[in-house]
């Protein structure tokens, strides 16, 4: 539903009434949290109150139309204020220009929807009078951007308290931008709310490491939800709907999806969730020939720590990219043979060594996504047939690729992926109607 729809439909206020009243066991639940001043002059308005007695009605359910506490009324004057640490609402009141009798009956009537006790610092009251120095018209606490306790003052001075929901209505926002240096910084002074852009780096802490791989001409783009209310005020930012980062010539984009037994999540345009393991076998149809732990050496015939596991293939067969990172190196020496090393986020590093060549295009600095092709099965340097051996390191020491725990990752499969493929879609005509 769009903005323009929800400002042309009109406002239901259910308006609960409630019975006003003052008296001595009242006043005595509030005096402990009063300061002294305060107590001398509740004792004597309170007295003055109650010799023009309350007037008492039945508990009813009147419904209004078209009723808006903050439309502007003639002749009205308002205060704010924000309540402080160690505020109750009596206090508020009274610091606000309410006479005691006032405060106490606004309270006890506002106690009939909401436990002012329950008050927070920082929530908001908006005191309305019929003219300064008039009678009140109401008192409005806002509990959050979306629900506010208001309890009016009729002219012949019945009180009602009402809970007023103001229903919000989203339009997304699309920003997008070059990254200088950061794309923490980029994306702040493009003016993308700050809780976005921490949303953005962290579904990017399995992609790209911040530190060192943000470069010029790299790019960003996010579709976000900015949150109105029916009067088509903005109140606050919403969710991440889609977010597209392009580093070292790649693009990385995340789309996001309730797919319909699980959470919110961001996948990526074949429904792979932006979470992501390395992987434990990168290369196609191997067995495991030899696992990570003190053995004998083959060749060398001493004891010593195989760092790393062994997959036995025949000669050619792909070695995959276990996981999305940089080539940090490219080359030969006698104990690996033909080999590569790729440097990924979080501290974690990967060695595929013994290969027989290396795919196209591989060179130290070169962008590598979780199953690229970077080289094939060979049994160059010190080895004695056909195999991967395989190393995951990580902040520098040697671990054992079985046991690398990582949140699980998803891949949306069947009717989730074609539900997926119709929301991406969505999200990306959105993007052209926004661009
Ligand atoms: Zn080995």
Known sequence: MSRRSFLAS???????????????????????GAIPETRVRLRVDTDKALESPARILPDKVIELTEFDPHDPIP???VRTAILRRGDSLF????????????????VRTFESVYDPRRLVPGNELIITFAGEGGPLREVSVRLGSTTSISVTRD??????????????????????????????????????PINTVVRMIQLYSFDIDFQRDIRQGDFFEVVYERLYDEAGNY????????????????????YRFKPSDGETDFF??????ARKSLLKTPVDGARLSSGFGMRMHPILGFSHLHQGVDFAAPVGTPILAAGDGVLSFIGYDRINGNHIRIRHVNGYMTLYAHMSSYARGMTVGHRVRQGDVIGFVGSTGLSTGPHL???????????????????????????????????????????????
């Open 10 to 32: 009109k406002p239901v206020v259910t308006v609960l009434t409630v019975s006003a009243m003052l008296g001595m066991v009242f006043v005595a639940v509030f005096l402990p």
């Open 155 to 192: 002219a012949t001075g019945v009180y009602a308290a009402s809970r007023v929901e103001r229903r919000l209505t989203r339009e997304p926002r699309r920003v997008s931008g070059n990254v200088a240096n950061s794309l923490y910084g980029s994306a702040l002074a493009a003016g993308v």
């Open 75 to 77: 002749r009205r004057f």
């Open 389 to 435: 051996h395989y190393e995951v390191h990580h902040n520098g020491r040697p671990i054992n690729p079985a046991t690398i725990e990582f949140p699980p990752g998803r891949v949306l499969e069947h009717d989730e992926l074609s539900r997926f493929r119709t929301e991406r879609l969505r999200i990306d005509l959105l993007r052209e109607e926004l661009s």
């Open 268 to 273: 990526d345009p074949d429904g792979t969730t």
């Open 235 to 254: 109140v606050r930012d919403g969710e991440l709907v889609f977010v597209e980062l392009g580093v070292g010539g790649r693009a990385y984009p995340y």
């Open 91 to 106: 206090a508020g009141l009274l610091a606000n220009g309410l006479g005691a009798s006032d405060a106490l009956t606004v």
